[in-house]
């Protein structure tokens, strides 16, 4: 069973600018989430689809931190401008649903590692 | 979720059991214990959870005390591939309810 893919893997940026990364989840997972992952510490979750449904978006930075998950499967995380603090792995994660049991457990992508300068 | 404790740093030999601890001495009635780890360059991957009994599966096993304020996760004979940073997490159990990660403990296995 493929896993969660994620790309690209590595990305500089100055401040400012724009970055979108992109998320394909395991196929059939109708869960899907964002972390940020700083340096040093665990992983913070950004936001979770339900479907193409936005579940929990609470940490999200709204005002420069946009998400989308168009048909339900794919997904994108845009930062838009970015700053210094948004230096970051940007990990994405998807589980089967609403469910309990071992195979509604998230699975972590590998990440995309953001670099602002 | 009830707010989790763990050692910043451990260190194992190879072969030998690693005996990770946990303290959560606010652990409501319906958080289970979830443990992670998180291999360099990788994400997080799912190892364990329980809620007050013992549990134990391919990977690891997990020690739950009886008043549930403490844990211990056990990899038997670790390897150097099991050098990771560990969570330890407690939160209600099933996929609707959102994981928040500490800092946890970075284990190095040593040859």
């Known amino acids: 069973e493929a896993g969660v893919a994620q790309s690209p893997r590595y990305k500089i940026i100055e401040k400012r600018q724009s970055v979108a990364f992109w998320c394909n989840p395991i196929?059939?997972?109708?869960?899907l989430y964002w972390y940020q992952q700083i340096l040093g510490q665990g992983p913070k979750l950004l936001i979770q689809?339900?479907?193409?449904?936005?579940?929990?978006d609470s940490q999200l930075p709204k005002d420069r931190f946009s998400a989308e998950r168009l048909k339900g499967v794919d997904s994108t995380l845009k930062i838009q401008p970015a700053k210094l603090e948004d230096s970051a792995v940007y990990l994405c994660?998807?589980?089967?649903?609403?469910?309990?049991?071992?195979?509604?457990?998230?699975?972590f992508g590998p990440g995309t590692r953001l670099t602002v300068t | 979720d009830a707010k989790t404790t763990q050692p910043t740093s451990m260190d194992c030999a190879e072969g030998r059991a690693a005996n990770l601890p946990c303290n959560h001495s606010?652990?409501?009635?319906?958080?289970?214990v979830y443990w992670y780890r998180q291999i360099h360059s990788q994400g997080p991957q799912y190892i364990i959870h329980?809620?007050?009994n013992n549990e134990t599966n391919e990977m690891a096993s997990l020690i739950i005390t009886e008043d549930r304020k403490s844990s211990t996760l056990i990899l038997p004979h670790a390897t150097l591939r099991d050098t990771a940073v560990y969570y330890c997490?407690?939160?209600?159990?099933?996929?609707?309810?959102?994981?928040?990660f500490g800092k946890g403990t970075l284990l190095t296995v040593n040859p």
């Open positions: 329980g809620l007050k």
């Open positions: 689809f339900q479907n193409n449904g936005v579940v929990d």
């Open positions: 196929s059939g997972h109708a869960t």
């Open positions: 606010t652990i409501s009635g319906n958080e289970y």
């Open positions: 994660a998807s589980s089967l649903g609403t469910g309990w049991g071992l195979a509604y457990e998230q699975y």
């Open positions: 997490i407690v939160r209600v159990g099933g996929s609707n309810y959102k994981l928040t």
